[in-house]
């Protein structure tokens, strides 16, 4: 096991405290106008190399044995353990235009910097939360304030993002449902309202910017709503699973287990089919007791990979206001990313051609895994 990928993951699953100066850092990266899912924190790279997105506030972090702290004298900072000073962090300067005002928002109120080269459309909410069937490991819609976002305002934000870099867009996070409640999955307008709301985006967006990836991350559509997504301008899809055991995930998703796990594998093969290799993912949450047994994982990633799906794999970690009580195996974390990497040579897939989620390495340990074992020196340029 590489020590610093390691170092990695227990980042991940245990954040860490951070001094005055760096909790600075993280409020600059993390704009208050704008909450997130929880999964916010501060974007550093780890010893020039391994880059990260390291949970600072909430509660549980405080608990880490790990404290990122900045030395004024040496104007550098570094990681410590339990009063050892490990190895020395680069902290990520967001862009310029993070700032910009966009028409009556900023533009981090349209756009939040989710990765070194990543933007994803600032959460929403999600009527899964409004109807009292939110997923128990997540928190968007808590304390949510934020005002609807036009199309427009996309498509005027989209258009200031610096070309220079090889930045994503994401739209998604956050699920729009029927007004009406007895329309159900299944129905054909089960999907319409988010669809439509993805398409008048994706179309603003191209009028700006004809060639940034846009990557669409939801609950699997119909065939004809990924056609609509696709010929609107969508490059590449996430529709994630997340918990791989339908009774489990019952319990924990009421709201998104109402779509069975053979919807998201047929959507899943069928967005392949329509934008190509390497450009489809899905995410799977490890726990080690409260979610899927490690048997169940790996038949998960083997089956994805087989149809040409990249896997995303989460450790769990506990933000304020989640429901499920633990956190991930770091142990466990570390050996399903090492036998996703196998499947991944098996069935011939590349991570580093993937899209948006699934190229952003600050929340997994896949991608640095694959730099470990082929000598790879493949990093996101810093704004």
């Not at 056609?227 to 924990?252: C, H, M, Q, Y």
């Not at 069975?260 to 392949?272: D, F, S, T």
Request: proline share 3%.
């Amino acid at each position: 096991m590489d020590s610093l990928i390691k170092l990695k993951a227990e980042l991940l699953i245990h954040g860490a405290r951070v001094d005055e100066t760096l909790y600075e850092q993280y409020k600059k990266q993390n704009p208050r106008e704008i909450l997130k899912t929880g999964n916010n924190g501060l974007f550093v790279r780890i010893a020039k190399k391994h880059e990260v997105m390291i949970c600072v506030s909430h509660k549980k972090n405080a608990e880490s044995p790990y404290k990122l702290v900045y030395d004024e004298e040496n104007n550098n900072s570094y990681i410590m353990n339990n009063g050892v000073q490990l190895v020395n962090v680069e902290i990520m300067e967001i862009p310029t235009f993070y700032n910009n005002e966009i028409g009556q928002k900023k533009f981090h109120e349209v756009f939040l910097f989710e990765g070194f080269s990543y933007f994803h459309i600032a959460y929403k909410g999600c009527d899964f939360f409004n109807r009292k069937l939110e997923c128990k490991y997540c928190t968007t819609g808590k304390g949510q304030k934020n005002k609807s976002i036009s199309s427009q305002e996309i498509g005027a934000a989209a258009a200031t993002i610096d070309t220079e870099h090889n930045y994503h867009i994401c739209i998604g996070g956050g699920t729009i449902l029927p007004q009406d409640t007895n329309i159900k999955f299944g129905h054909r307008d089960y999907f319409k309202a988010n669809m439509d709301y993805f398409v008048q985006a994706i179309s603003e967006i191209r009028k700006y910017n004809a060639t940034i990836p846009i990557w669409i991350e939801c609950v699997p559509p119909y065939e004809s709503d990924i056609d609509r997504l696709v010929e609107a301008g969508a490059t590449s899809f996430g529709f994630n699973i997340e918990i791989w055991n339908p009774k489990r995930k019952s319990t924990i998703c009421p709201g998104k287990s109402e779509i069975p796990r053979e919807h998201y594998l047929k959507m899943l093969q069928y967005a392949v089919e329509c934008v190509g290799n390497n450009k489809v993912g899905s995410s799977l949450i490890i726990h080690g007791t409260e979610f899927d047994e490690k048997k169940e994982l790996l038949v998960a990633i083997k089956e994805l990979s087989k149809i040409g799906v990249h896997t995303c794999l989460l450790p769990y970690k506990p933000f304020t206001e989640t429901k499920i009580i633990g956190k991930c195996d770091v142990d466990l974390f570390y050996e399903v990313n090492e036998f996703a990497y196998e499947c991944y040579q098996k069935y011939n897939l590349d991570p580093f051609q993937n899209e948006g989620c699934m190229l952003c390495s600050s929340c997994t340990i896949l991608l640095d895994i694959f730099k470990s074992k082929q000598n790879q020196t493949y990093i996101t340029k810093v704004a």
